[in-house]
């Protein structure tokens, strides 16, 4: 059974950075598409960030462009965010998640992906 468990929120304030960690296990880390979804009070689940199981693709939302980066580590099974010049508006639940299949084309949209870890939570303020 896939397990992500995701580490490295906290407290944060406006224009600082976080370097969020997730690590996966329960199945072939490289053959599948990784990224990073928030969810904030009230609001829906965003995709954040993703990279294509190939390393050659990677998505942003408009809103991080810039600012965040993802990356991934096949030889530790583990996909990172790090996130600079943090903004309140950022403040959510940060989980990553995996692709719904092995060598998946789709990378851009949250029906790409099959499972979430619990999360982690990111607070920017003053």
């Known amino acids: 059974q896939v397990q992500l468990v995701e580490s490295g929120g906290g407290l944060v304030q406006p224009g600082g950075s976080l370097r969020l960690s997730c690590v996966a296990s329960?199945?072939?880390?490289?053959?599948?598409?990784m990224g990073w979804f928030r969810q904030a009070p009230g609001k829906e689940r965003e995709l954040v960030a993703s990279?294509?199981?190939?390393?050659?693709?990677?998505y942003y939302a408009d809103s991080v462009k810039g600012r965040f980066t993802i990356s991934r580590d096949n030889a530790k099974n583990t996909v990172y965010l790090q996130m600079n010049s943090l903004k309140p508006e950022d403040t959510a639940v940060y989980s990553c998640?995996?692709?719904?299949?092995?060598?998946?084309?789709?990378?851009?949209?949250?029906?790409?992906?099959?499972?979430w870890g619990q999360g982690t939570q990111v607070t920017v303020s003053s």
């Open positions: 329960g199945h072939t880390f490289s053959k599948y598409t």
């Open positions: 990279m294509h199981w190939s390393g050659f693709s990677t």
């Open positions: 998640a995996h692709g719904a299949i092995t060598y998946g084309l789709g990378y851009d949209h949250e029906a790409d992906f099959g499972s």
